[in-house]
């Protein structure tokens, strides 16, 4: 039996409904999520097979790209299995969401048959390249209201949530907020190793796509984590540690609405202690979402650089595959570089179930048509509960 079952079409929105898939079972921990990710054996009754798996679920996902509505009108009731899907939901009165993908767009229903116009008049969610995390969060929330279950503890925040918070200065107030609960968390002796409020006013205002926090029910800033692209000559002093926190300026980063191959510096991944449990998986999920999006828009990391402070973020750097680096002799920050390979990050990631294989597929898609060779370093290094130098 199975709670949530996932109905897509393998040739319109497959690589999001494997997304949602995965997400699903990583938040739902303790429910079952099917979804016909194999390719269907010859001779086996998928049919009957299909009919059963519905009828026993609770809730029925309906993944819609482009042209679902379109395939599922002209289908052959006998041989189209989206349509037998469909109608097994239908006629079994299963709890019923469609989920739009791919920038899928509300139908006329004067164009559809009356299986089709079914769902099209249903209310409906969104997954966009653009707000993963944040559409997600909603199906999450929407799920849960279904299955009786509380909302979530934690939700992961953008610059359009703390513009709606109402704050009178939101920039300079984020900042100090973010400031604060870095001392909290990892007690910085040298002003150098945090920067100053005015610094990151400007700069996490500014590169708002390279941020995400962590927020319980209350909307508090429980965790975030933060990544800067570079410009090269910055990035190879940021990577050795010859550029500290406080010298970080609006001037050194590129501006990321371009597509383009760019090095980047990730300068926090941080939780407070008594919401790691809960927390650190969406939190680390959000990350890959944004390298996610970027990668739609032709926006690829080619290096990540970091630094380690705690022993859970040295722990966190070889679960990814990553080793440690030298520094330079005259460098300015004491404390441990670790790298490793895009490739092998992203692998790692892959196999953890902390980010879809979409994005692996993605780069390594980018890696074969770029005319650099195709496994950018990516040199990174993170901390726990918070890393940043």
């Known amino acids: 039996m199975s709670d949530i079952f996932i109905s897509y079409r393998w040739t319109d929105g497959a690589s999001s409904a494997r997304l949602i898939a995965q997400h699903l079972t990583r938040a739902f921990p303790g429910k079952k999520v099917f979804w016909d990710q194999d390719q269907r054996s010859p001779g086996s009754d ?10 026993e679920s609770h809730i029925v996902l ?24 469909v109608e097994t939901a ?16 509300e139908p006329e229903q004067r164009d559809l048959d009356d299986v089709a116009r079914s769902i099209a008049g249903m209310e409906f969610l969104q997954i966009r390249h653009e707000s993963f995390d944040s559409d997600l969060d909603q199906l999450r929330n929407a799920i849960r209201k279904k299955l009786g279950l509380a909302p979530s503890r934690h939700r992961i925040a953008n610059i359009n949530d703390v513009i709606g918070w109402g704050w009178e200065d939101p920039a300079k107030r984020l900042a100090e907020i973010l400031v604060r609960l870095d001392n909290k968390l990892l007690g910085f002796s040298d002003p150098r190793d945090e920067g100053t409020v005015e610094q990151w006013e400007e700069i996490f205002w500014n590169h708002s796509e390279h941020w995400r926090l962590l927020v319980d029910n209350d909307d508090n800033i429980v965790g975030y984590w933060e990544m800067h692209l570079l410009f090269d000559e910055f990035y190879r002093e940021v990577k050795v ?7 970080l300026s609006m001037e050194m980063m590129p501006d990321f609405h371009f597509g383009g191959d760019y090095p980047a ?13 809960d927390g650190i998986g969406l939190l680390i999920e959000s990350f890959f979402f944004v390298l996610l999006a970027g990668a739609f828009k032709r926006l690829f990391v080619s290096e990540i650089t970091a630094r380690a402070w705690t022993k859970d973020g040295k722990r966190l750097c070889r679960q990814l595959g990553m080793k440690e680096v030298q520094r330079a ?6 404390v441990e570089h670790r790298s490793g390979s895009m490739r092998d990050i992203l692998t790692c990631a892959v196999d953890r179930g ?3 294989s979409w994005l692996l597929e993605l780069y390594e898609s980018h890696w074969t048509t770029a005319s650099a060779p195709g496994d950018p370093v990516v040199r990174i290094v ?7 130098p």
């Open 62 to 85: 309906f993944v819609i790209g482009l042209h679902w509505f379109t395939r599922l009108s002209q289908a052959d009731a006998a041989k189209d299995y989206c349509r037998i899907e």
């Open 46 to 55: 998928l049919e009957a097979r299909l009919r059963k798996s519905i009828s």
């Open 329 to 334: 002799e005259d460098a300015v920050v004491d």
């Open 382 to 388: 993170v901390t726990s509960p918070v890393s940043r």
């Open 241 to 247: 540690g010859r550029i500290a926190e406080d010298e």
């Open 265 to 277: 510096y990730l300068s926090m991944i941080g939780i407070e202690p008594g919401h790691k449990n």
């Open 354 to 356: 902390w980010t879809s």
């Open 90 to 105: 239908l006629a079994t009165s299963k709890e019923i969401i469609p989920v739009y993908v791919d920038g899928a767009r």
